[in-house]
């Protein structure tokens, strides 16, 4: 059977989904980079912004400290990402696709435009607002690197799937609620690790019983489904698994609070937690945008549509 595309909304090619993957991974050093900045507290290790991409060449490596040197990694990764996000964006805009995905990709650059601008006047204004802008900085971070994985997703291959749309619209309610509570989890946590509030310190730990439990049921639900995609179980199968490490990356950093143990296995450990949050993240929205993508082939499929008119009659 011959399929009609609309000539405004064909598939991506398969370069541009293969380097939406490559600056999510690079995004995902970015934020490694980042979390490590905070870890050590060396964001104002170089108090001059902005400064040339290759500035680490341009000093005498006998000078800086290490502070220094994972600061301006940081800078040096903003700036590929950066790099990547107007390949990226120029290449899905170009590209014969859906209008949103086309301006998904301009909110991404968009993003990252605001998130270098922020790291800037967080350096800049330090003195006036201290860690708020650094707050700031690391939750918007957050919002940037979902829309990059979005774009990851839509931007692969859709084939047509038969699957329940009754199954599919509990999949959705949970995956969004997971990816929600996640991101205010993330928040939360950001909050206590900048300015060591006691309110993002509860938050953090009771929206943690709230995400465990979103999880639990949305594993349930996508098990339930009499189709066994990998596109929504490895996803779905991921997050439930970081979830589980996530759980004893948090009472280790809880722990190592309590205790007095080696500082580079506290710096680990608390850099982990951030990083393996960024990735219960990244699941969830993939979970969510394929439940919706199901959703979308599932209504086109000939199939699915002759097995509702079968149970219609």
Known sequence: MTTHHSPLATQPPR???RWAVLTVCATFILLLLGAVVTTFRVGMADPIWPTYPWH????SWEEPRPG???EHSHRLAGYIVGCCVIVLAVGVWRSRTHPRLRWLGIAALVGVIIQGLLGGFRVKLDRILGSDLALIHGCFAQIVFGLLVSLAVLTSENRPVEISLTGLKRIRRFSVATSILVYVQIVFG?????TFSSWGQRGHLLTAFAVVATTAWLVKE???LPIRDKRILIPTLCL???VAVQLFLGVEAWMVRMTAVDVAWQAGIRTSHVLVGSLIFACSLVTTLQAYRFGNTAAASPSVSLKREEVAA
């Open 190 to 194: 950001a909050l206590f690790r900048h």
């Open 222 to 224: 996508v098990i339930d």
């Open 15 to 17: 370069w541009l989904h």
């Open 240 to 242: 439930t698994a970081l």
């Open 68 to 70: 220094f040197l994972i």
């Open 56 to 59: 680490l060449l341009l000093v």
